[in-house]
């Protein structure tokens, strides 16, 4: 084969592969819209035939990953028809792993095996800023993080690109085109979409309440405002894009009445939410330590102990205290409604409740839920888990690789010599360091490690299924990454290092004893010299 021949042979091979990619892409965006609503018989056929065209492509072209994975979507598919066209939390569960590893799934180039994530979305970032300049800078920002962003000048240029291709979001500036015009614009085109595009607004002043009343009405998932940070900008816009992103909502059903909570799980499962029953209300918090629920579904009478008296106890609990707690029962006297909500619940259902109001209900408070937890367990600088929250994180961790026989390895990073980097460079210098190392951390380690901020500029990485020789090794590559980043500063760029402690579960270790390990590990790396990885040494 001449060298033209074979360089056309490759772009074909690539193209067709292209071909498999879109159609995953297919895949997963009808998967993000089941996410939204009940699933009918409808979304049901238009998912299987999407899944069965992708199978299809990847089986012509030998991509032997995505081929299994659309078989294994075909089969769970196939078992929700066989189970009379009903989800089961089973069913959801496995369908929603499969989508995770199709939006995980690199492809096969040539012969050898390369890992890569799916491209990100095709499709662009509509940047509409009043500033210009400063919409060119955050393009060439996003293009390195891997997205495709691109700047309008005018509401004309906006209205042209809206009608070539609908966007993957849109990022408006309120005052785009004239002051507050940014807002009425957005607003016309939402409207006439069936399906809204992801919205960020942007205000370079401060805006007042009926400005933000006026974003919110548009659809507005995010306000910004002051100076434009790239990098928050795009974690949200990853959020808001990513199915990979998506968890199903996990709701407890405690019900001394079998048939009852059959009925209450068979209408959840159908909105794709995954349940769990417990006829036993004594079981319940064993039951929530393990399958961490974003919400509860209490019944108000059964007969070892009442709804009210199960939400006291759960409340007692710190980690639990703001779970929603929804009791369902067919009592109908508001002022024993109204002394139940007092005593720990959030809401009050009475039976027969209709499908479409239970899972409106619950799909609200799990959401308000989870947000609020978003804020309570993160550290606001970098996005991170807190402390409490990563020790947390730990000891669940702890317990699961106890259970399934696994590894686990905890991390301690400390930025060496930081002090010196606040006193020459300043302190605003300090936080960017610290923010930049954050989102290196999160660019490189698994979706199932966990990232904490530990303290100023401690960082504590758990990760599971990984044994200390591993979790070193990765840690090692970071680490000599992290050292070639040069921050532009006067008059030398500045360079950052850190230093870094490792241990493993053991038996009879509990999270403290393994965290005081890799604490012991970090102080031997740093009385080494720093600017390495050490194992602790019993
Ligand atoms: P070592 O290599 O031994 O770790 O030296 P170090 O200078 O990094 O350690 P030390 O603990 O003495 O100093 C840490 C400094 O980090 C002190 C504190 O002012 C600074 N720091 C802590 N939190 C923050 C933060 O959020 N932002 C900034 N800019 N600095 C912080
Ligand atoms: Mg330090």
């Known amino acids: 084969m001449s060298e033209h021949e074979d360089l056309s042979h490759d772009r074909l091979k690539n193209h067709f592969a292209q071909r498999v990619i879109h159609q995953a892409r297919q895949v997963l965006e009808v998967w993000q819209r089941l996410q939204q609503h009940e699933w009918s018989g409808a979304d049901m056929a238009e998912m299987s035939e999407a899944n069965i065209r992708l199978l299809r492509y990847a089986e012509r072209f030998g991509q032997a990953e995505h081929a299994d994975l659309a078989r294994a979507i075909d089969h769970s598919l196939n078992a929700v028809l066989a189970n009379k066209g009903r989800l089961s939390s089973g069913l959801i569960s496995e369908l929603n792993l499969a989508m995770q590893r199709l939006s995980r799934t690199g492809l096969r180039h040539g012969d050898q095996f390369e890992q890569t994530f799916l491209p990100p979305l095709r499709k662009p970032v509509y940047l509409a800023l009043e500033d210009g300049e400063r919409a060119e ?38 005052d785009f085109s004239g002051p507050g015009r940014g807002l009425a614009l957005a607003e016309a085109v939402q409207q006439k979409l069936e399906q809204k595009l992801p919205l960020l607004f942007y205000s370079h002043a401060d805006t007042d309440t009926p400005t933000r009343l006026a974003a919110v009405r548009t659809g507005a998932q995010e306000f910004f405002t002051g100076t434009l940070d790239a990098s928050t900008l795009i974690e949200r816009i990853e959020i808001l894009t990513r199915v990979a992103q998506y968890e199903p909502y996990r709701v407890l059903v405690v019900d001394d009445s079998r048939a009852q909570a059959t009925h209450t799980e068979r209408v959840l499962n159908s909105a794709g939410i995954v349940t769990r029953t417990l006829t036993e209300p004594i079981q319940a918090l064993d039951e929530l330590a393990e399958f961490q629920p974003d919400l509860i579904i209490l019944d108000m009478y059964m007969p070892e ?23 369902l029962s067919a009592e109908d006297d508001l002022d024993k409604q109204l002394d139940a909500m007092s005593e720990g619940g959030d809401d009050f259902l009475t039976k027969p409740i209709k499908p479409r109001h239970l899972i409106a209900t619950v799909r609200t408070r799990a959401t308000r839920a989870r947000n609020l937890k978003a804020r309570m367990v993160r550290d606001s600088l970098t996005g991170l888990y807190n402390h409490t929250y990563t020790l947390q994180l730990l000891e669940d961790a702890a317990s699961r690789a106890r259970r399934d026989g696994k590894p686990l390895a905890f991390a301690m990073l400390d930025i060496d010599h930081f002090k010196k980097v606040n006193d020459s460079y300043g302190h605003p210098m300090g936080d960017r360091v610290i923010k930049s190392l954050a989102l290196f951390l999160k660019q490189r380690l698994r979706k199932t490690d966990y990232i904490g901020r530990y303290g100023g500029e401690e960082f504590a990485v758990v990760l599971p299924d990984t044994d200390a020789a591993t979790a070193t090794r990765v840690l090692d590559d970071i680490r000599r990454r992290f050292a070639e980043i040069h921050y532009p500063a006067q008059p030398l760029d500045l360079t950052c290092t850190f230093s870094c402690g490792i241990a493993e579960l053991e038996d009879g270790l509990d999270a403290a004893a393994l965290s005081k390990r890799a604490d012991q590990a970090l102080y031997a790396a740093k009385h080494g010299g720093r600017n390495r990885v050490e194992i602790y040494q019993g």
């Not at 000048?153 to 809206?162: L, Q």
């Not at 199960?310 to 009791?327: D, F, G, N, T």
Request: with cysteine; glycine share 4%; proline share 5%.
């Open 137 to 174: 800078r955050l393009a060439q920002q996003m293009e390195s993080f891997g997205l495709i962003a691109q700047p309008l000048g005018s509401a004309d240029a906006f209205h042209a690109a809206m009608a070539e291709r609908h966007p993957a979001a849109i990022v408006m500036d309120v």
């Open 305 to 327: 102990c009442s709804g009210t008296e199960l939400a006291k106890v759960i409340r007692q609990h710190e980690r639990y205290v703001s779970v929603p707690i929804i009791y």
